[in-house]
């Protein structure tokens, strides 16, 4: 099973300043990832696949990085709206596996 | 508008069964692969299992594999998970997703709003 770490698990972040969270895979998986956005009470949203790939109605300011096992997700200006859980998984693998998540919150 | 909508959840005893269903709509349903996926309660995210378009594949995580079957009836528009032998480590929130492509597991691009199983005595 491919073991998907996050960092940092608690990011304090001021409403327009940068928020950059990473994901780190045991194993390659190559551009198999994605990351996903879940706030309390609510299912989580797709926010990227493919590693880069922005998913429909997705903002520009959510953007990822990365291939093989290390990935990137920036939110370059962070809005009200964004403070969450913010997970990785990836998909190159079967027993897909989720990161453990970093909540990104109002500092 | 593209809904997925879970239902089936509820309290069970341990070694108890629970069949989840999850309705589809405002999509093509037999063109896509579709996943459960769980949240224990205060936890992270966890896949369950994942079906082929057709129905002809199904794959499933170590912890439910020979306890749990994933099916689906295109004709319905529905995804079901059949749960057997159920334990305290199964209950969370099981959400239905559907795949962004049909024939292998890949990303979620929709989510159901979840249904919650408890297994207690």
């Known amino acids: 099973e491919i073991v998907m770490t996050q960092s940092p698990a608690t990011l304090s972040v001021s409403p327009g300043e940068r928020a950059t969270l990473s994901c780190r895979a045991s194993?390659?998986?190559?551009?198999?990832l994605a990351w996903y956005q879940q706030k309390p009470g609510q299912a989580p949203r797709l926010l990227i696949y493919g590693a880069s790939t922005r998913a429909t109605g997705i903002p520009a300011r959510f953007s990822g990085s990365g291939s093989g096992t290390e990935f990137t997700l920036t939110i370059s200006s962070l809005q009200s709206e964004d403070f969450a859980v913010y997970y990785c998984q990836q998909y190159n693998n079967l027993g897909l596996t989720f990161g453990g998540g970093t909540k990104v919150e109002i500092k | 508008q593209v809904q997925l909508v879970e239902s089936g959840g509820g309290v069970v005893q341990p070694g108890g069964s629970l069949r989840l269903s999850c309705a589809a709509s405002g999509f093509t349903f037999s063109s896509y692969g579709m996943h459960w996926v769980r949240q224990a309660p205060g936890k992270g995210l966890e896949w369950v299992a994942f079906i082929r378009y057709d129905g002809s594949n199904k794959y499933y995580a170590d912890s439910v594999k020979g306890r749990f079957t994933i099916s689906r009836d295109n004709s319905k528009n529905t995804l079901y998970l059949q749960m057997n032998s159920l334990r305290a480590e199964d209950t969370a929130v099981y959400y239905c997703?559907?795949?962004?492509?049909?024939?292998?597991?890949?990303?979620?691009?929709?989510w159901g709003q979840g249904t919650m199983v408890t297994v207690s005595s």
């Open positions: 194993q390659s998986v190559s551009s198999n």
């Open positions: 997703a559907k795949d962004i492509v049909a024939t292998s597991p890949n990303a979620f691009d929709i």
